[in-house]
């Protein structure tokens, strides 16, 4: 490892952990106005309107809140696809939902966000079917031109590229955040994939 990967790796880390605690200081009713405000922004791009499978990251108390845009997703007759992963293979899979109780099912067993079972259900897998439209994404801080930085798993980067590489090349991705997790700049590696848009409320 270069010593500028090295200081960037660091930089990151340093990061993260400031921003779980800043994201962990906001109250409840910050959150919920801001995830309102990025929702209509979100509903109104014809980059959702026009896209029929969709992922979305099933949020927790820290992120921008996604229950609306699921809710919407099924009232359009949208497919919803929510990333399920392989904590050992460090694999993330986009496995469908069939309903808003299937969906409300898979929060409760929190199998979205913990280490991939057998395919006991046998979903069906998004790269099965044609890929994404969009890919809704999840993440601890952004710039508005597109850059990401997550929680060091690299899974995003990962299924992102390989979306690409599969041959799904016409699809959109799209990271949401609160005012607080935008930046001017971010450390990045040069493998760190960039998002499409940037959704945030007051920009």
Do not use: W
Not at 37 to 61: D, G, V, W
Not at 105 to 128: C, F, G, H, T, W
């Amino acid at each position: 490892m270069s010593i500028r990967v090295k200081v960037i790796q660091k930089a990151k880390n340093i990061l993260r952990i400031e921003l779980v605690k800043l994201l962990a200081s906001l109250s409840a009713e910050q959150k919920k106005i801001q995830s309102a405000i990025i929702h209509e922004k979100l509903f109104a791009l014809p980059e959702f309107q026009n896209s029929q499978r969709i992922s979305c990251y099933c949020s927790t108390m820290n992120e921008v809140d996604t229950k609306s845009i699921v809710e919407r997703i099924f009232h359009l007759n949208k497919q919803l696809y929510v990333p399920r992963y392989s904590y050992r293979f460090k694999k993330m899979f986009m496995e469908r939902v069939k309903d808003l109780p299937d969906y409300e099912a898979i929060l409760e067993r929190k199998r979205a966000v913990r280490p991939m079972p057998k395919y006991s259900d046998n979903r069906e897998d998004a790269m099965d079917v044609g890929g994404l439209n969009l890919i809704i994404v999840n993440g601890l801080a952004f710039t508005m031109t597109g850059k990401r930085l997550g929680t060091g798993g690299g899974y995003y980067d990962t299924y992102i590229r390989n979306h690409r590489k599969a041959g799904f090349k016409k699809f959109t991705t799209i990271g949401l955040a609160f005012k607080e997790q935008v930046f001017p700049y971010l450390p990045i590696h040069c493998y760190d994939v960039n998002l499409d848009f940037v959704l945030c409320p007051y920009k």
